[in-house]
């Protein structure tokens, strides 16, 4: 039963350029969460989604940043214009609950993103 | 911010030794969790403990819980080398009905062989 798998694990993009970030729960996991990690600090809540709907964008930028999970198909988590503080290690966990009585969240790897 | 605090930020010890991390954290809670993050890698999940659970244990990890002063602390006993990495606490908000888990910033814990 394969973990949550992210893809790419490293990216390097230029200043104005497009990220691209994908996340395939675990099996029959319904729940994707992504999160933000700058060096030497704990990981900042960005979006919770479940298929075709997103649930909780809070932590989202107001700008350049957009998550989806649609019916088929990984989650995508696209950012546009990159910025160098952008810079960053992004998350992806997935859990086949929420809500009240929750349990844990099960993390991919992460996708380090370079702005140049 | 919701974020919670933890404490110490960076922890050394002697392998052998027990280590403990203490988590202060701002709303209601449904439950507390600890995590692991090895250095360049995902997080993974150590314990968890609901907000009517005062102590647990799992093998070498021991956490408590104190919702009348919003803390945690996490307790590794019998340190090894192995345990070196990051840790983070991780609350889910009592009100809250998405599972939105909200992270501490983390002690790093170094145990030297």
């Known amino acids: 039963n394969a973990g949550v798998m992210q893809n790419p694990r490293h990216l390097v993009r230029r200043r104005g350029q497009e990220a691209r970030l994908r996340c395939s729960p675990m099996?029959?996991?319904?729940?994707v969460y992504w999160y933000r990690q700058l060096p030497e600090e704990g990981l900042k809540f960005m979006v919770y989604?479940?298929?075709?709907?997103?649930?909780?964008e809070s932590g989202m930028p107001k700008e350049r940043f957009s998550a989806e999970f649609p019916k088929e198909g990984p989650s995508i988590l696209r950012i546009q214009q990159v910025v160098r503080g952008d810079s960053a290690a992004y998350f992806c966990?997935?859990?086949?609950?929420?809500?009240?009585?929750?349990?844990?969240?099960?993390f991919g790897e992460g996708s380090r993103l370079t702005v140049l | 911010s919701q974020q919670g605090e933890e404490d110490p930020q960076a922890l050394s010890i002697q392998e052998g030794e027990n280590a403990t991390m203490n988590c202060s954290y701002k709303?209601?809670?449904?439950?507390l969790q600890w995590y692991r993050q090895n250095s360049g890698r995902g997080l993974v999940h150590l314990i968890l403990?609901?907000?009517?659970?005062r102590e647990k244990h799992s093998g070498r990890l021991r956490v408590t819980l104190d919702t009348s002063k919003k803390s945690s602390s996490l307790l590794i006993t019998a340190s090894r080398a192995a345990d070196t990495a990051s840790y983070f606490c991780?609350?889910?908000?009592?009100?809250?009905?998405?599972?939105?888990?909200?992270f501490g910033q983390g002690t790093t814990l170094q145990v030297k062989p």
């Open positions: 403990i609901r907000s009517n659970e």
């Open positions: 989604l479940q298929k075709e709907n997103i649930i909780d």
């Open positions: 991780a609350n889910l908000n009592g009100s809250s009905n998405t599972g939105k888990l909200i």
């Open positions: 966990a997935s859990s086949p609950l929420a809500g009240v009585g929750s349990g844990e969240l099960f």
């Open positions: 709303t209601s809670i449904n439950n």
């Open positions: 099996k029959g996991h319904s729940h």
